[in-house]
């Protein structure tokens, strides 16, 4: 969002991005299920309720995910299916997302296009060093999570076997979920809290059309970076807001938050591309590098190479 990679000619790739953020969202929750604790179990029981929101078929969806009138063993069954059938679906789209990066070539900083070999570098072994060093730092702090705290980040509450007959007292999502369940809650409507719960998704896949600015790069854009950081901001607030009780304060924090970040994208985003003065973009990449990277006393540019 920073950089703009969602702009032409890239909104294939950017799509199949929100494509496999959905699926990611899809397999953790079918998979947080599995265990069946309390906290797996009223998930299950709040998340599928949503659909019966939807006019006319929502029941019947309802009643078809968890293969009965209530969750039971049937829900079980079909959510570990699930669980195990969707990585094979998330492989699939990163295929066709990897393939997608390879017609329309790697988004840079500068938000402008290469046009010659001075403008990239070989994808051996700058890119390479670079991807490699931090999926091992990924790998180290994954590690100690999985060996040392496996149980940091969940509720006490799944420990306990699911008991369909005691309601836990504070039921929440797992962190990652929190922000789009504060804007569920922060509605009082329940169609409309759905739907704005799945608008805040998927409006993520028509940016490429939102953002009526030409220029790419947020390092040339000064109000869009504050508008940008402002929806970070938000989007944390609300992952906070997620956490705490549907009460007094918290639903109005939630709401402010809601409205901005909605509002960022139907009405910042458009709006910004037809009032923003944007600063001066480079002709190329290596002008950027050169105006803004080189110490006193100068280097020569960046070696020719073929871009990854």
Same mark, same amino acid.
């Given at each position: ?20 953020? #959905?699926?990611? +969202? ?15 179990? %009223? ?11 939807? *006019? ?14 209530? =969750?039971? @063993? *049937? ?20 295929? #066709? ?27 051996? /072994?700058?890119?390479?060093i670079k991807d490699g060093f931090l ?10 999570f999985v060996f040392y705290i496996p149980?940091?980040?969940?509720? &006490? @509450?799944?420990? @306990? ?11 929440? /999502?797992?962190?990652?979920? !929190?922000?789009?369940?504060?804007? !569920?809650?922060?509605? *009082? ?7 704005? #719960? ?10 490429? %059309? ?10 040339? $854009? &000064? ?32 709401? +402010? ?33 050169? $105006?803004?990277? =080189? ?5 020569? /540019? ?7």
């Amino acid at each position: 969002m920073y950089y703009g990679s969602y702009k032409d000619p890239r909104e294939v790739l950017w799509i199949l991005g929100v494509i496999l953020f #959905l699926l990611m +969202i899809a397999t953790g929750f079918v998979g947080y299920v599995l265990p069946w604790g309390q906290m797996s179990f %009223w998930a299950a029981t709040v998340i599928t309720n949503l659909f019966s929101a939807i *006019p006319v078929i929502g029941s019947s969806i309802v009643t078809w995910l968890w293969g009965g009138f209530a =969750v039971g @063993d *049937p829900t079980l069954n079909r959510f570990y299916a699930l669980h195990y059938l969707l990585p094979f679906v998330i492989a699939g789209v990163v295929v #066709l997302h990897i393939w997608a990066l390879h017609v329309v070539g790697q988004n840079n900083p500068t938000g402008v296009e290469p046009k010659t070999d001075k403008d990239v570098v070989a994808f051996t /072994p700058y890119a390479t060093i670079k991807d490699g060093f931090l999926i091992g730092v990924f790998c180290i702090v994954l590690a100690w999570f999985v060996f040392y705290i496996p149980n940091y980040l969940l509720s &006490p @509450d799944n420990f @306990d076997r699911a008991n369909p007959e005691q309601t836990p007292t504070h039921i929440v /999502p797992e962190w990652y979920y !929190l922000p789009f369940y504060a804007i !569920l809650r922060g509605i *009082p409507d329940k169609l409309l809290g759905v739907t704005a #719960l799945a608008a805040s998704i998927i409006v993520l896949a028509f940016m490429p %059309w939102l953002d009526t600015s030409r220029v790419r790069s947020a390092n040339y $854009r &000064p109000l869009y970076r504050q508008f940008l950081f402002i929806f970070f901001g938000a989007v944390i607030g609300l992952g906070y807001l997620g956490a705490r009780e549907p009460t007094g304060g918290y639903v109005i924090a939630a709401r +402010i938050l809601t409205t901005y970040y909605f509002a960022f994208f139907f009405v910042i985003l458009p709006l910004l591309g037809l009032f923003e003065k944007t600063k001066p973009v480079p002709n190329s990449i290596s002008e950027s590098v050169l $105006r803004h990277g =080189v110490p006193a006393g100068g280097s020569a /540019p960046p070696p020719p190479g073929t871009q990854g």
